[in-house]
């Protein structure tokens, strides 16, 4: 198996489907975890990294997870591999360029992985399309179960799951939802959702994790506190409260558009097309940014069956042969598609090899032509 | 411009008002600000800003403790001047050997809890389990009062007291 084999398609939980997939992209459920017996990573010697990882690799490899899984030696991995990875959320940007031995196990559809000595011995995290919280725990639960049978977990009954930073202990869950809230930030309400968002106690970050911005309107919501509070009570508190109240609003900033901002929504929409079609270079983040009004146009007409002059054209333009993906009638599809496979990594990888950026700008541009002009 | 109270000096402080919405404006000089009791710093100096904010943040004794500054973990060699650096701990003992200084700060990274609740795995012992059990218990026993919800406390106590016999 190799990283070429899985770059050339968008994973499973990007392509739009699950339920309101419209507004919300993914669900992602983390845990950490550590081995009893042995150092946090910060204190361990390399033999001792590459004895956790020979060990945990073992065990990860050996499970049945009803896919085929392969491993990825991060720390032996070219840059571009590394960018990869962290572009397809399979790993962090921390794990990437960490040091020492160090690993990944993924499995082939890409709804879980396993990152091997990455700030603690083990994190494992299984992914979903759409609002999907239950299942990737239920999911989740099952395999951490599973891995268990076969490793002692660094555990107390006062603290829970004990790990490297004292932030993470407890349940040592991280809950995140991808979301991408456009609406929302066309009319100007994206700082006050950021305000009460962190007001909660919520993380608010960009489409990469830590340390990166909201590049093409896409945010990710993610809790802080994971102890004293039990895993299921902080997910049905995501599912049930907070991220349905977060879609109501930007649907009601959706509807704003529609009904008193039109000419807003359509000089976004036409001018992105307009630029998509016809520019010659374009970097990644303008692609983001431009894309993400696609995207926003295209479920508006879906969803709420929204019709305008800018939205009526976006639609024939897709219909008309632009679709260049294999799949029918998937116009959301072809978005996202062209959101991952022209993010740099996935542009050099697909390409055969490393592209300098003025290079990659005129691919990407070159790339979102073909697909948006038949 | 010319101070609106005395007519004379030159104004050189200049407040903006708003009450109620209606924003008033006055243009007056230092002498008749210090008369009316305004006190104004034009610039306040960097370091002075600095040091009063450092002022307000935690000393190392009220952060971590003062007896376990000199204490190094037998296991990982770990000392809490190296966590201040690093903000992980070299070992699962670390929440031993610091029992101390690191429940303060725990605390604080969540949301004032300090007891776990929620899975708890398959091998830890039987006691252990009811451990955790008893804690979660009570910490909802805690927000049931404090709620107000007397019913549920009440089911609450009567399953602690199950629980301990």
Redesign the interface.
């Known amino acids: 198996m190799k990283l070429t084999d899985i770059s050339s398609d968008i994973n499973e939980w990007f392509n739009g489907s699950g339920p309101l997939a419209d507004i919300v992209i993914s669900s992602r459920i983390r845990l950490a975890r550590n081995l009893a017996g042995h150092k946090f990573l910060s204190r361990c010697s390399v033999a001792e990294k590459s004895d956790i990882l020979k060990k945990l690799r073992d065990v990860l490899m050996s499970l049945d997870l009803g896919d085929k899984i392969f491993y990825v030696s991060v720390d032996k991995a070219t840059v571009l591999n590394r960018h990869f990875l962290v572009e397809r959320h399979l790993i962090s940007r921390h794990h990437a360029f960490g040091k020492g031995p160090r690993g990944v196990v993924i499995a082939q559809r890409e709804f879980f992985t396993a990152m091997i000595n990455e700030e603690d011995h083990l994190r494992i995290q299984v992914l979903k399309g759409g609002l999907q919280l239950s299942q990737c725990a239920e999911q989740i639960n099952h395999i951490d179960d599973m891995i268990e049978q076969k490793v002692d977990y660094a555990f107390s009954p006062r603290y829970g799951y004990l790990t490297a930073c004292p932030t993470n202990l407890g349940t040592a869950i991280r809950v995140s939802v991808m979301l991408h809230l456009p609406a929302l930030k066309m009319t100007g309400q994206i700082e006050k959702f950021l305000n009460a968002t962190r007001d909660m106690g919520l993380a608010v970050r960009g489409l990469f994790g830590e340390g990166t911005e909201a590049a093409g309107d896409f945010y990710q919501i993610s809790n802080q506190v994971t102890l004293g509070i039990s895993e299921s009570d902080i997910i049905s508190q995501f599912e049930n409260v907070i991220i349905p109240e977060i879609v109501e609003y930007e649907n009601a900033a959706r509807n704003q558009l529609l009904s008193k901002e039109s000419d807003v929504l359509d000089d976004k929409i036409s001018r992105a097309m307009a630029l998509l079609r016809n520019a010659h270079l374009i970097s990644s983040q303008e692609a983001l940014f431009l894309l993400s009004h696609l995207r926003l146009g295209l479920n508006m007409h879906e969803h709420m069956g929204a019709s305008t002059p800018a939205i009526d054209t976006l639609c024939r333009l897709i219909r008309q042969g632009g679709d260049a993906d294999k799949r029918q009638g998937l116009s959301i599809a072809t978005i996202n598609r062209l959101f991952m496979l022209t993010l740099p990594a996935h542009l050099q990888l697909n390409y055969g090899k490393p592209l300098d950026p003025t290079h990659r700008d005129a691919l990407r541009a070159k790339i979102i032509r073909s697909v948006l002009n038949g | 411009m010319q101070c609106q109270i005395c007519n004379k000096n030159d104004a050189t402080i200049h407040l903006t008002e708003i009450t109620d919405g209606v924003r008033s404006e006055m243009h007056i000089c230092e002498d008749c600000a210090a008369e009316q009791g305004i006190t104004v710093k034009s610039q306040i100096p960097i370091n002075e800003l600095l040091s009063s904010l450092l002022a307000v943040q935690p000393t190392d004794d009220e952060l971590f403790g003062p007896s376990e500054k000199e204490v190094t973990c037998p ?4 000392t809490l001047e190296q966590f201040r650096k ?7 003992y670390d ?2 050997i610091f029992e101390k200084s ?1 429940p303060p ?2 605390e604080k ?16 012992p039987k006691d ?2 009811k ?2 059990e008893l ?2 218990l009570r ?1 909802q026993l805690e927000a049931a009062v404090q709620s107000e919800d007397y019913e549920l406390a009440a089911k609450l106590r009567d399953k602690i007291k199950n629980c301990e016999t």
């Open positions: 296991h990982c060699g770990f690093e903000a992980v701990l070299g070992c699962p929440y031993e690191l700060l725990i990274a969540h949301n004032g809890k300090t007891t776990h609740c929620g899975k708890v795995p398959s091998k830890t252990a389990r451990k955790v804690l979660n910490q």
